[in-house]
C-alpha cells in the first residue's frame, strides 16, 4: 500500500514568488492535513480536510491557503513569500476525524526562500 | 496553556540499553489519543505508537511501550534495547475528541552511543 506523497521534495523560491505543493494521500484516506515545521516553531497546524471540505484551519495568515479534490488529494498554495516561510512542510492523511485514527505522513517538502 | 509537553530537548542512552521519553498532555476532553512519531534526519514522520485514553493496558509495539498514566496525564515512551537507528527526534501528539488537529510537543532528540 502506497504511502502520503508529496511533491516536490525540495524547491527554492525567491521572495514574493509563489508556491503550491501537492500531497496524494493513502488510498481510502479522506482525510489530509498539512504542517508547517521550522526549528524555531516546531510543528504547527496549517489546516485540515475531509471530503473536499476545510474542517480546521491553524493561526496563519490568509497567504496560506488549500484544497482538497475528490480523489482526496490536496494541494496548498503559499503566495508572496517571505523568507519565513522557509520551512519543511507536512502532509499527513488518515480514514477519518476519530481519537483513535492515525495520521501518516509524507516525506515532506522543503521549502527555501531566498 | 501548551497541550503537549515534552521537557527533554536531548536524551543520550548507551546501545542496547532502554530509555524513557517523557510527555505531558493537557485536555478535559473524555476521550482522547495520544501518539508517539519518530522523525530521523530525512524528514518523514514516522508513526510508532498509539495509546486510547479509554485502554486500560499500556500500548506495546515490538521494542516501543508506552507508559500511560491517565491520573497524572502523562504518556511517557519506552524504548528497549536502543539501537542506533533509533537516533532520531521523538514528537508526542494527541487528538481530542472534539477536534481534528492533531496537537504536538517540542519534541526530544535522542542520540544513541555506541
Redo the contacts between chains.
Keep these: 500500500k502506497a504511502g502520503v506523497t508529496q511533491t516536490p521534495r525540495y524547491l527554492i523560491k525567491t521572495r514574493g514568488q509563489q508556491v503550491t505543493l501537492s500531497c496524494s494521500p493513502i488510498s481510502g484516506h479522506r ?1 489530509v ?1 498539512w ?1 508547517q515545521q521550522t526549528p524555531g516553531q ?2 504547527q ?1 496549517l489546516f ?1 480536510y ?1 471530503s473536499e471540505t476545510q ?2 484551519k ?1 493561526n496563519f495568515p490568509g497567504r496560506f491557503s488549500g484544497r482538497q479534490f475528490s480523489n482526496s488529494r490536496s494541494e496548498m498554495n503559499v503566495s508572496t513569500l517571505e523568507l519565513g516561510d522557509s520551512a ?1 512542510y ?1 502532509c ?1 492523511s488518515s480514514i477519518g ?1 476519530n ?10 517538502s ?1 521549502l527555501t526562500v531566498v | 496553556a501548551q497541550k503537549i509537553t515534552q521537557t527533554q530537548p536531548g536524551m543520550f542512552v548507551q546501545e542496547k540499553e532502554a530509555v524513557t521519553l517523557d510527555c505531558t498532555y493537557d485536555t478535559s476532553d473524555p476521550s482522547y489519543g495520544l501518539f508517539w512519531y519518530k522523525q530521523p534526519s530525512s524528514g518523514e514522520m514516522i508513526f510508532l505508537i498509539y495509546q486510547g485514553s479509554y485502554d486500560q493496558q499500556n500500548a506495546t509495539e515490538g521494542r516501543y511501550s508506552l507508559n500511560f498514566q491517565k491520573a497524572r496525564k502523562s504518556a511517557n515512551l519506552v524504548i528497549s534495547a536502543s539501537q542506533l537507528g533509533d537516533s532520531a527526534m521523538y514528537f508526542c501528539a494527541m487528538r481530542e475528541l472534539y477536534g481534528n488537529q492533531f496537537y504536538f510537543g517540542t519534541g526530544t532528540s535522542l542520540t544513541v552511543i555506541p
Design positions: 482525510s492535513s504542517y516546531g510543528l497546524f485540515e475531509f474542517r480546521n491553524g519543511l507536512l499527513a476525524g481519537t483513535g485514527n492515525t495520521i501518516y505522513f509524507g516525506e515532506g522543503w
